[in-house]
């Protein structure tokens, strides 16, 4: 059973930066290609960010240069740091995994799990 647990959410003004974590079992880490995707009310899943096993990154154009994703091995965690954050970061974000990497960021409708999601609200 896949179980993530997603922490880090908040408020912040424009330009300001938040950090993201999200927790899995050791099985779950290690089998899968983790990331992020963001959803708005009455819209559809954003993939926002994915990192492979072999630690290759990738992001969607809206945040490329502004955010980061990284995992630790140690702990079996997912982080995403966000700078520069806009208004339109403002969304709920989820934690994801998929055997795929590039379904996270093109596909998120259809991922093999994600978590509960936490808020990010950014403010103008």
């Known amino acids: 059973q896949i179980q993530l647990v997603e922490s880090g959410g908040g408020s912040v003004q424009a330009g300001g930066s938040l950090r993201l974590s999200c927790a899995a079992s050791w099985y779950t880490y290690s089998s899968y290609c983790m990331g992020w995707f963001r959803q708005v009310p009455g819209k559809e899943r954003e993939g926002v960010a994915a990192?492979?096993?072999?630690?290759?990154?990738t992001y969607a154009e809206s945040v490329e240069g502004r955010f980061t994703i990284s995992r630790v091995n140690a702990n079996a965690t997912l982080y995403l740091q966000m700078n520069s954050l806009k208004p339109e970061d403002t969304a709920m974000y989820y934690c994801?995994?998929?055997?795929?990497?590039?379904?996270?960021?093109?596909?998120?409708?259809?991922?093999?799990?994600w978590g509960q999601g936490t808020l990010v609200t950014v403010s103008s």
């Open positions: 994801a995994v998929d055997r795929a990497c590039v379904r996270i960021i093109r596909a998120p409708a259809a991922l093999d799990g």
């Open positions: 990192i492979g096993n072999d630690f290759t990154t």
